[in-house]
């Protein structure tokens, strides 16, 4: 299992960014992706997930509102816009892929950073 993130960059404060995660090398009707994000200093964290059959997003509070996950279940891709970014939405972001403890997979992480 490959998942490939893209989408990450430098933005101003109040600005947009899209993020794109597609999982390959597998069937993943039952799976839930998503995304978690590491600032330097802090631990990991999630941001949000959706099941990629059933949809259903979830979001953490400190960016529900400004953040829409969404999935193209086809394509086993899942598209995080995020809105109206701040500087403290600077972090590593990583795709996941999951369906229990042992079918868990992480993508290599994307930077976004946001100036203010």
């Known amino acids: 299992v490959q998942l490939q993130a893209s989408g990450g960059g430098l933005v101003q404060a109040g600005g947009s960014l899209k993020l794109s995660c597609a999982a390959s090398?597998?069937?993943?009707?039952?799976?839930?992706m998503g995304w978690f994000r590491q600032a330097p200093g802090k631990e990991r964290e999630f941001i949000s997930s959706i099941h990629l059959t059933l949809g259903r997003a979830r979001y953490a509070d400190s960016v529900r509102g400004r953040f829409t996950l969404s999935r193209d279940s086809a394509k086993s891709t899942v598209y995080l816009q995020m809105n109206n970014l701040n500087p403290e939405d600077t972090a590593v972001y990583y795709c996941?892929?999951?369906?229990?403890?042992?079918?868990?997979?992480w993508g290599k992480g994307t930077q976004v950073t946001v100036s203010s």
């Open positions: 090398g597998g069937s993943f009707d039952d799976f839930y």
């Open positions: 996941r892929l999951w369906y229990s403890t042992i079918k868990d997979y």
